[in-house]
């Protein structure tokens, strides 16, 4: 159970947040149930709770590629958009023994009421939320991050929906 940490209620400085996302990572790292490998998984990819069943690395490409579980029908007729290939961020090269050799695959459902229970102030949604704030934060392209999170291309939806800047930024 993680008590304490606040997720963007109202901005936080520079110095909240980094305090706030390491209290995160600690817990998810001490849970070595398959629901705190996998919100790392998630923290650090930028996929959906429910891309997590789909998700394969390669890496020898030093990449994942995961199903686009947010289709339009019109996008679902391009086989291209079916599935995206992303490169692994470090935090995952990190993980890559436990990702290997311990259980993180998780039903969607499953993972998303169980990660209510196991950590209270935190959601699936709120850990894909960080990534792509981080992501913005450390000046990384809004178009290329759409991409990498299963967006359409344009400003709207990572932009406005799910970057949450620091007040410090």
Known sequence: EISGITFFPKPL????EKIELEKLKNALRSDRSPFGLAGLIILY???RGFELESLTFDWMQGTFTVK?????????????NLYRTVPIFPGLWLLRERIENEEWVIPPRILSNNFKVLFETCTVKDLRH???TKAREAGIDNELVNRWTGHMPGPNQTANTYTHFSMDF
């Not at 400085?13 to 909240?16: A, L």
């Not at 686009?68 to 291209?80: D, E, G, I, M």
Request: avoid cysteine.
């Open 130 to 132: 960080t990534f792509t």
């Open 45 to 47: 990819s930028g996929i």
């Open 68 to 80: 686009n579980a947010k289709l339009k029908k019109s996008q679902k007729v391009n086989p291209l």
């Open 13 to 16: 400085s520079q110095k909240e």
